[in-house]
C-alpha cells in the first residue's frame, strides 16, 4: 500500500492544488445549508422538522444538477486534455439547456403544488403548514444556482477550482446576512420565521448567478463562443447524452432514494425527532465529507486528462489506484475526528444549541456513530464513482454501482426496520448505510478490472 502511494514529484503539490479549492467551496456551500438549519433550528424542533422536509425535492434539484455537471466534466476534463475549446464550449450550451429546463420545471411544480409534494414527504399537517410558503420559494432559486453551477462546473474541469470556491463563497456570505435579517427581523425587516430563509437563499443565489455570468462575459482564460454554446451540434449532444445520461439518472435516482430514506423516517412514530437529528447530523456529515469530494473531483480532473493526453492504460490505472488508496486514508483520519467530537463537542454543545429533545439527541448520537463508522469505506466509493470510474466514461458501470445497493439494500432493509419490525433507532440507522456494504467490494472488482478506461473523445 505504501508503495502505491509513492509518486513522481509534484503529484501531491498538484492533486492538493486541485483539492484545496474544491474543498473550500464543498466547506462553503455545506457551511450554508448548516447556517440555515442552525438559524431555522433556533426557531424550535418543529420548524428544523419542516425545513428537513421541505428540503427533500431542493436535494433533488441540487443532486441532478450535481449529475448534470459530473456528466459534462468527463468530455470536458478529457476535451481540455487535447486542447480543444470549442468542444468544450458545446458541452457549455449542452448542460445550460438540460439544467435550466429541468430546475425550471421542478420549481413550477412545488410553487404550484407545494402542499401535495410535502404531504409525500411526510404526513404530519403542523410541518406541512409549517414549510408550504418555504419550498415554493426555495425552488425558483435552483434556476439561477443550476446555470451557476455548471459554469463553475466548466472552470473546475480546465484546472481552475477556484472560481466556484470564490462564487460560492460569496454566495454564503449574502445568504447567512440575509437569514439573520429575514428569519428574526433585524434591521428593520419584518420577522419571517421560516419563510424569511427561503428569500434569503433565492436571493443569495441571484447574486451568485449575477456574478457568474459577468465573469463568464469578460473571461480571456476560457472564452464563450456564442455560436458553439447555442447551436452545439448533434455531435456534442450525442457524446453528451451517452457520457451524461447515466450520470443524470444515477443522481436523480440516488436523490430519490436517498429522499426515499427521509420519507420512511417521516412515517416513523417518533418522526420529528427523527427528522429533527437528521437535519443537523446530515449537515455535519457533509461537512465531514468535504475531503472526500474534493479529493473525488480532483481525481476526475486528473484521470480525465491523462486520458486525454493518450497516456498508457498502466499508467492511468496506477494513477487512480494512487487516489483511492489517499481517499480511504482521509476517510479514516476523518471518521476518528467525528468519534472524538461526538462525547466532546456534539453531545454537550451542539446537541443544546439546536434545542434537540433526548428523543432526537439519542438519535443524532446514533446517527454520528454510523456514519462515522463507515466513513472509509464511503471515501473509498466517493473517488471510485465519482472520480475515477466517470472520468473514464464508465458512466453506466459506475451509475449500476451507485444506485444498486441503495434501492436493493438500504431501502428495503430501513422500511422493514423501521416501519414493519419497529427495531431500535440504532438498528434503523445502521440500516441506512447498508448499502456501502455492497458498494465498495463491486466497484473495487471493476476498477481492477481496468475495463473502464476509454478515450470518449475520439467519437467527436
Known sequence: MLQSLRREPGFYKRLWSLSAPMILQNIITTSLGFADIFMVGLLGNAEMAAATAANVPVFIIQV????????????????????????INRCLGVALYAVTGFSTLLALVTFLFPAQVLRLITPNEELVELAVRYIQIVGFSYIFNGISSIYA???????FPAFGMLLFGVSMCVNTFLNYVLIFGHFGAPAMGITGAAAATLA??????????????????????????????KAILRSFLTYSTPVVCNEALWSIGTSMLTIIMGHMSNSQDMLAAYALIGNIDKLSTVVCFGLAGSAAVIV??????????????????TLLLASMLVGGAVMAILLVLLPTFFQPVLFPLFKLTPGAAEVAAYLAVVYAVFMPMRAFDITNITGVLRAGGDAKMASLIDIGPLWLAAIPLMALTALVFQAPTWAV????????????????????????????????
Request: charged content about 25%.
Open 204 to 233: 443569495s443565489r441571484v447574486v451568485e448567478f449575477v456574478i457568474a455570468a459577468t465573469f463568464a462575459l469578460r473571461s480571456k482564460r476560457l472564452s464563450l463562443r456564442w455560436g458553439c454554446v447555442f447551436r452545439p451540434g
Open 304 to 321: 480525465g486528462k491523462e486520458i486525454g493526453q493518450g497516456r498508457d492504460k498502466q499508467r492511468i490505472y496506477s494513477v487512480s489506484w
Open 153 to 159: 462546473g466548466i472552470q473546475r474541469s480546465t484546472e
Open 64 to 87: 441532478v444538477i450535481f449529475g448534470f455537471q459530473s456528466g459534462m466534466a468527463v468530455l470536458v476534463s478529457q476535451y481540455w486534455g487535447r486542447g480543444d475549446t470549442d468542444n
Open 429 to 460: 440507522c445502521i440500516a441506512m448505510q447498508a448499502e456501502n456494504l455492497l458498494k465498495c467490494p463491486i466497484g473495487l472488482i471493476r476498477f481492477r478490472s481496468r475495463k473502464w478506461i476509454n478515450d470518449v473523445t475520439k467519437a467527436t
